[in-house]
């Protein structure tokens, strides 16, 4: 089985894959807190509760991916799989194998998330395509036709958008983020829930709108992370959610570097 880690800066997205079924298919997947702080033991302890709640082993994963955008974690991770799986795990870093050109001023500088949902993106559904990634930032990716990824934009993520807002404005109490029944609030509450809402929607078609036109040509817009149900139902642009994207790109780039790396385990 491969094991496909995303590790954001919020949260962590973990993926067992089978690779004894053609094609491999998604065994189990979870999402837990990033925490830059834990020991090599903690992750390890942890990721085997996870494992025996699911009837599973360590011993059954025969390769480890991990894309990540927090490198303090990832000598952590590293002797964690090292120690507890024994296997060495193959990183999403300059020098892998990707299949895509990377046409940005300095390749180095692209976040391993974004280049892995690129690829995924192309894979699955074709180019032009923008992917738009909801964490703790908002990113938006963008695809030719070719297949090539052609750079994008960051914003502040939705969650940290309200933080601010709740931390400067001493009588506004934090409210529950959702979609309110109708934008003209009748209460504080309301008023917050529309203005965070709607506002964020504004944001991302806005910066989508802008995109397509220097495009050329409307792409196929994929969204995925961790609020993208929660924001996509009123985009004018989104057109497919995809909850599973990360981790099926981290399968493709094992899939297309498998042949470079016949030795996995640990010594």
Not at 158 to 169: K, N, T, V
């Amino acid at each position: 089985m491969l094991l496909a880690l995303d590790v954001g800066n919020t949260n962590t997205v973990l993926g067992l894959y089978r690779l004894d079924e053609d094609p491999p298919k998604l065994a189990v997947h979870w999402r837990i807190t990033t925490h830059r702080a834990q020991t090599v033991d903690e992750y390890g302890v942890f990721l085997v509760k996870l494992f025996e709640m699911n009837g599973m082993t360590p011993s059954q994963v025969t390769h480890i991916i991990i894309s990540s955008v927090v490198p303090p974690v990832e000598s952590t991770l590293r002797q964690m799989c090292e120690t507890y799986f024994h296997l060495q795990p193959l990183f999403v870093e300059p020098g892998i194998k990707t299949g895509m050109p990377v046409l940005v001023d300095n390749p180095a500088e692209l976040g391993a998330d974004r280049l892995v949902n690129a690829i995924a993106a192309f894979e699955r559904y074709g180019g032009p395509c923008i992917v738009v990634d909801f964490g703790t930032a908002t990113t938006f990716d963008v695809i030719s036709a070719r297949g090539e990824y052609l750079g994008g934009a960051i914003a502040p993520g939705l969650g940290i958008s309200a933080d601010a807002l709740f931390s400067r404005a001493a009588r506004l109490g934090r409210v529950d983020i959702k979609r309110p029944a109708k934008v003209i609030g009748s209460n504080t509450v309301s008023h917050l829930q529309s203005g965070l809402y709607y506002g964020y929607i504004g944001l991302v078609d806005g910066i989508l709108e802008r995109m397509t036109a220097e495009l050329g040509t409307r792409p196929q817009v994929i969204a995925t992370g961790g609020l993208a149900r929660q924001i996509s139902t009123d985009s004018r642009y989104i057109g497919e959610i995809d909850d599973m994207l990360t981790l099926d790109g981290l399968l493709i780039l094992f899939e297309r570097n498998r042949a470079a790396r016949p030795r996995n385990r640990a010594h």
